[in-house]
């Protein structure tokens, strides 16, 4: 959890709180048609409860906020190009809602899938 002390009191930021803002700016970018599980067990937790943080893992390392995220990308897009968009959009989003600078955000591409509009 990030803590800040203002000269009026403290702001605590929870990973929970951060994992939902990177999963709105993940999924508002371009090429990504969902978020994935990172592994079974989430998976199954996921079909049981909507989280809104499906998806996203926030780590904190010292005062350092690292970021990982499980997408599943539109088939026929680059890769490589979608995945770095994704990384740059999260990270600007968190740093510009909590004014902490993100020290690291890993993306995992989970899988390829046609996106629903073109059915």
Do not use: C, W
Request: glycine residues 8%; negative net charge.
């Amino acid at each position: 959890m990030t803590n800040e002390l203002t000269s009026i009191g403290g702001i605590h930021v929870s990973p929970q709180a951060i994992a939902t803002i990177a999963y709105q700016a993940a999924l508002r970018s371009y090429g990504v048609v969902g978020m994935a599980s990172k592994n079974l067990a989430d998976g199954l937790s996921h079909l049981l409860t909507r989280d809104p943080t499906h998806g996203v893992e926030v780590r904190f390392d010292d005062d350092q906020i690292n970021i990982d995220l499980y997408i599943i990308v539109e088939y026929g897009t680059r890769i490589k190009s979608v995945a770095a968009s994704v990384a740059n959009t999260v990270r600007y989003n968190v740093e510009k809602a909590l004014g902490i600078p993100v020290n690291e955000v890993n993306v995992h591409v989970q899988g390829l899938r046609f996106s629903d509009d073109e059915e």
